[in-house]
């Protein structure tokens, strides 16, 4: 019984956990299901578009999510010319950055001619990698409509 009781236990957990993965990872199409009426109201070339990952000027924050998902960052910038909002898009990836030395590895062999154990130290290197945050898409909202989009060229 105690088996029975562990099994749907560890079962549990692990759909739970796998589910917790899936809504970080969201498609277009989950995230148009969650805004029906501003997809429903666009027009056909937009839709589109937004289906594709594309963006315009002149799209709606709403739109903008529809095609992106969630920013990784919003700043909020105040001027002279009024206020508006920046929305930044990053990409995450890890970089490999080469072997390099990390002390000295103890080392213990047997010598037949002097018949005795001798030590000696020997350089001990690992693989270093690093992780890298880079910016990919910058969207500026003015009065909720995108104004300026950056994006970088690879």
Not at 73 to 99: F, L, M, P
């Amino acid at each position: 019984m105690t088996f029975h009781l562990n099994r749907r236990l560890i079962t549990t957990f692990m759909l739970a956990a796998s589910l917790g993965f899936l809504t970080g990872c969201q498609s277009v199409d989950d995230r148009i299901k969650q805004k029906p009426e501003v997809f429903a109201g666009l027009d056909a070339a937009t839709q589109d578009k937004i289906k594709q990952g594309i963006i315009d000027l002149g799209y709606t924050e709403d739109m903008v999510y529809l095609a992106l998902g969630a920013p990784d960052q919003k700043r909020e910038s105040i001027t002279a010319a009024g206020k508006s909002v920046t929305w930044i898009y990053n990409t995450y990836y890890t970089r490999y950055d080469g072997t390099q030395m990390v002390g000295y590895q103890r080392r213990v062999y047997y010598d037949p001619y002097l018949r005795s154990y001798r030590v000696y130290y020997q350089p001990a290197f690992v693989e270093t990698y690093r992780d890298e945050k880079e910016e990919r898409i910058r969207v500026v909202f003015k009065d909720g409509k995108a104004t300026v989009i950056e994006q970088s060229k690879d």
